[in-house]
C-alpha cells in the first residue's frame, strides 16, 4: 500500500502535464481517469511491484545519460558501415551473460542493446542472452560486459 | 534570440531527417533481415532524437516541449520491444542470419552472385 500515493501523485501529475487545463470540468475529468487507472492497475494486482520503480529512478535516470553517450556512439559507426564502401559488414551471433538477477534489470539490459544500434536481443533466456551484433570485433560477450553491470546495478539498486 | 532557437532547432530537425534518410539507405544495403534492424534502429534513435530535439528548441520553454520529451520517452522505451518482437519472431520461426564477412556491393550486383547454403 505505501506505493499508492506515489502513484497518484505520478499519474495526476502526468495527466496535468498532459492537458495544462485549470477548469473544474477538466479537473474533474482528470480526477475521474486517475481513478480509472488506479482500479485497472489494482485489478491487475501491481501496484507493490514493477508499476512504481521510484526508488530505482535517480540510478536509472543516470544510467539513461550514460546509455546516450552510447547510443550516439553506436549511430556513428553503424552509419560509417551503411556509407562506406570500404567499411565490410561481419554480421554474428553472441551469446551474452547478465548478472542482473530481477526482471527489471534484465528488461533493462536486454532494450538497452537493442536500443543501441548495430546490436539487437534476439533471445533471452534465464541469465543468457541471444544477441545479434553487426560488427565481430567490437561485439565480444566481454564488450557487453560494461553495460551489463552498469544496467544490473540501476535496475537492482547494487553498487557496480 | 527565439529567431536564434528557431534556426538551430530547425537544423536539428534537419539532421535528423538526414539519418532517417541514411537508415533507409542501409535497409536496402545491407544483406539479410538482422542488418537491416541495425540500420532501422538508425531511424529509430538517431533520427527520432534529433527532429525532437530540433522540435523542442523550436517551441522553447512551454508545455508542449514537456510533452515532446515523453514522446521521446516513450520512443525509446517502445522501439527496442518493437525490434526486439521481431527478431525474436524471425529467429524462433528458424529464419537463419548470414553470418561472416562480406563487403556490401550494388543490389544488382548481389542479386547475380548465386546463393550460398548459409543465405536466408
Not at chain 1, 552510447?70 to 560509417?80: F, T
Not at chain 1, 542482473?100 to 533471445?123: E, W
Request: proline content about 5%; aromatic content about 8%.
Amino acid at each position: 500500500m505505501t506505493y499508492l500515493p506515489g502513484l497518484i501523485l505520478a499519474l495526476a501529475a502526468f495527466w496535468f502535464a498532459l492537458s495544462g487545463e485549470t477548469a473544474p470540468l477538466f479537473l474533474m475529468l482528470g480526477a475521474l481517469s486517475v481513478l480509472l487507472t488506479l482500479w485497472l492497475v489494482a485489478r491487475l494486482k501491481i501496484i507493490d511491484r514493477d508499476a512504481s520503480p521510484y526508488h530505482h529512478a535517480p540510478n536509472i535516470l543516470v544510467y539513461g545519460g550514460w546509455l546516450l553517450v552510447e547510443i550516439v556512439k553506436a549511430n556513428l559507426a553503424v552509419i560509417r558501415r551503411i556509407l562506406g564502401p570500404t567499411h565490410a559488414i561481419d554480421p554474428v551471433m553472441v551469446n551474452v551473460t547478465t548478472t542482473a538477477r530481477t526482471n527489471l534489470g534484465k528488461a533493462l539490459f536486454a532494450n538497452s542493446i537493442t536500443l543501441t544500434p548495430g546490436t539487437v536481443t534476439v533471445d533471452v533466456d534465464g541469465d543468457r542472452l541471444k544477441v545479434h551484433a553487426l560488427v565481430r570485433e567490437t561485439s565480444t560477450a566481454q564488450s557487453f560486459a560494461p553495460m551489463d553491470r552498469k544496467a544490473a546495478s540501476a535496475a537492482d539498486g547494487r553498487k557496480s | 534570440m527565439d529567431s536564434v532557437l528557431s534556426w538551430i532547432g530547425g537544423g536539428f530537425v534537419v539532421a535528423g531527417v538526414a539519418l532517417s534518410l541514411l537508415g533507409a539507405i542501409g535497409v536496402l544495403r545491407f544483406p539479410d533481415f538482422y542488418t537491416r534492424i541495425h540500420a532501422a534502429s538508425i531511424t529509430d534513435t538517431g533520427g527520432a532524437s534529433l527532429v525532437l530535439l530540433g522540435l523542442c528548441l523550436i517551441a522553447g520553454l512551454t508545455l508542449t516541449t514537456l510533452k515532446l520529451v515523453f514522446v521521446w520517452v516513450f520512443v525509446m522505451l517502445t522501439t527496442p520491444v518493437a525490434a526486439n518482437a521481431l527478431a525474436n519472431a524471425a529467429f524462433s520461426s528458424g529464419h537463419k542470419p548470414r553470418i561472416g564477412t562480406f563487403q556490401i556491393v550494388r543490389t544488382d550486383e548481389r542479386r547475380k552472385t548465386p546463393r550460398g547454403p548459409d543465405a536466408p
